[in-house]
């Protein structure tokens, strides 16, 4: 072999030992991040939401993003998400605005390979590995009816302010207790006048609230299964000494001078979870999807850092094959214990 020849060979080996340095001979292994997305800004359940996101995030020393859409709406939510698969996040842990509308971004997310998850409120099951709930179903509504039924004394006119007409968490809720109404004869004299929707926005829930007194003069109960929409609703009946009163799912801090069982207090008591709780349960959800330690198959267990739950395992949606991670049980919150939790949130 000629001295030429060999030179030739000896630079082409060079040159491909040069490229390979450069190049590489595997991909940069790509960044983790964990995305939360609320259902709007500016709803203080929300900032707790992510308050508890970001702590336990903060904590394991993780790379995270939160956004807030600009309004409570799906299209607000599905910018919000586009933006955050062209990213590159690594989990998205969404609020849904609407349970089945949402379905063809996040299919754009699985297809990128980012572990999709929801919390507060849920999407259709197959659009998401698993769903954050802060408690079940039945047991939301079941409190939230007995407490009508008290208040209302076991008989009259009752209407419900709940958020937007599609959210999935409120109209699970409020089908729920309908329907342990309509089995049980204990539940015979309640009188369901009207489902009101504020939207999630205090002026609306207002205008709801004040439209609901002018529409049934006989009513005794509003139940609002919303924080916005009890803190506002709240306000007006305790403005106008109103004889109705209040129940529902509301932020102590927010319904602290709301809180009471006698004439100057529209809403003797309420129902809630700690929002904080359950940022960080989807915090910990987003991790373990991510490290591959549950894949969203129900019976899989994880580690929730030191959560009063944990370790958490999840469990099937009723009637489905799809799985949840149940926070805990509603709590009750009254005159006797609302000044103590309302320094907490």
């Given at each position: ?112 390979g980012i572990k999709v998850l929801t919390l507060d409120s849920d999407v ?222």
């Amino acid at each position: 072999m000629s001295k030429r020849i060999i030179c030739m060979i000896l630079t082409l080996i060079l040159a491909v030992g040069i490229l390979a340095s450069c190049t590489g001979s595997t991909p940069a292994e790509k960044e983790t991040v964990y995305a939360l997305v609320t259902k709007s800004a500016g709803n203080p359940y929300n900032e707790k939401e992510a308050e508890g996101f970001t702590e336990v995030m903060k904590a394991a020393g993780a790379k995270y993003v939160v956004q807030h859409p600009e309004s409570a709406t799906v299209e607000a939510q599905i910018a919000v998400i586009n933006s955050l698969i062209s990213q590159g996040v690594s989990s998205i842990a969404v609020a849904a605005n609407d349970a089945n509308a949402l379905s063809s971004v996040l299919a754009e997310a699985k297809k990128a390979g980012i572990k999709v998850l929801t919390l507060d409120s849920d999407v259709n099951p197959a659009d998401r590995l698993t769903f954050c709930n802060q408690a079940g179903v039945q047991q939301v509504a079941q409190a939230l009816i007995d407490a009508v039924y008290d208040i209302a004394g076991g008989e009259g006119e009752y209407a419900i302010l709940s958020a937007t007409s599609q959210a999935t968490n409120q109209n699970a809720w409020i089908d729920a207790m309908k329907a342990i109404a309509a089995a049980d004869s204990k539940y015979s004299k309640l009188t369901l006048v009207e489902v009101a929707y504020g939207d999630d926005e205090n002026q609306k829930s207002t205008d709801q609230t004040q439209a609901l007194l002018s529409k049934y003069p006989d009513l005794k109960v509003i139940c609002a299964p919303t924080t916005v929409g009890i803190a506002a609703a709240a306000k007006v009946l305790q403005d106008k000494k109103s004889t109705v009163k209040l129940t529902g799912l509301g932020l102590p801090s927010e319904m602290a001078a709301y809180i009471g069982d006698d004439a100057d207090h529209s809403c003797p008591y309420m129902f809630l979870w700690n929002p904080i709780d359950l940022g960080r349960l989807a915090a910990h959800a987003s991790i373990a999807l991510v490290k591959g330690d549950i894949d969203g198959t129900i019976g899989g267990t994880f580690t929730a850092g030191n959560m009063e739950n944990s370790p958490y395992t999840l469990t099937a949606v009723e009637g489905t094959n799809y799985s949840e991670i149940i926070l805990g049980q509603p709590f009750r919150f009254d005159g006797a214990n609302i000044a103590e939790w309302a320094q907490v949130y």
